[in-house]
């Protein structure tokens, strides 16, 4: 037997020949001594990746939080106001600083308070006129190279707050009104109450921050009290959920199946946008 090195590397990863009457027998050895050919191993899942930059755009403030693969989060929130004229590029420009605040990440979720299709942006009748068929999307991915998914606010919220049983309803009380329909975990995509008819106005206009602004606290529990009561015929849903700014302003007793969600939720949910490739 000789063995066959190259000048300066180490004798456990030579190649040695062993000779024989018609051919020659090559065995190339690893570090570790385990010859080439055995069966090669996975590389260990890093439990800690993807990394998702969550971002909730809201018609007061712009947020964001960095999760782990089980949308739990490993940064702290970072929040800034949202531009006082809210067009996209300045929104988007708040959004490139809000970024830099925070580590590394691998892909994006965004929570947006308007209608989504295809990752664009119908309307926001809380931010600006421009919004209105912007490609909110595909301007993220080519702006910070990275893989992006958007939609409604009140439905990422609703991700983060559901439990996965039954009709869920989430209402977001805040600069407007937002909201999200789950069954048995399953979004319904689409729905948008607080633009619906109710007595003479809609029902964003009694309940966002304008009809909290018009009547006043006392009136505008009153008002939320009978829309919970309109909205639990109208779905028949056996869990409610109210977020948002203006959900701390609730001064009534709610029901077993009521419950108030932090503004965090808005964010947490990001990950399940990304359920498809767990």
Known sequence: MQALCSSGIRPSICTTVTAAPAQYNFTLMTHS??????????????????????????????????????????????????????????????????RKQLAAFDRVSVGFPGVIKRGSTLTAANLHPEWGGYALQSELEKRWKKPVRVANDAAVQGYGAIRGTGVELVLTLGTGLGSSLFTSGRLCPGLELGHHPWHKHTYEDYLGRRGLDKYGKKEWNKLLQEAIDQTAKLFNWDSLYLGGGNAKKIEFKLLENVSIISNETGILGGVKLWQDQA
Do not use: F, Y
């Open 33 to 98: 001594g385990r010859s080439s050919d055995a069966p090669a191993q996975d590389a260990p899942k890093d439990s800690t990746r993807p990394v998702t930059l969550s971002i909730d755009i809201g018609g007061s403030g712009l947020k964001a939080m960095l999760l782990d693969p089980a949308g739990q989060p490993v940064s702290e929130r970072q929040r800034i106001a949202t531009p006082t004229v809210p067009t996209p590029k300045m929104v988007l420009d708040a959004l490139d600083g809000l």
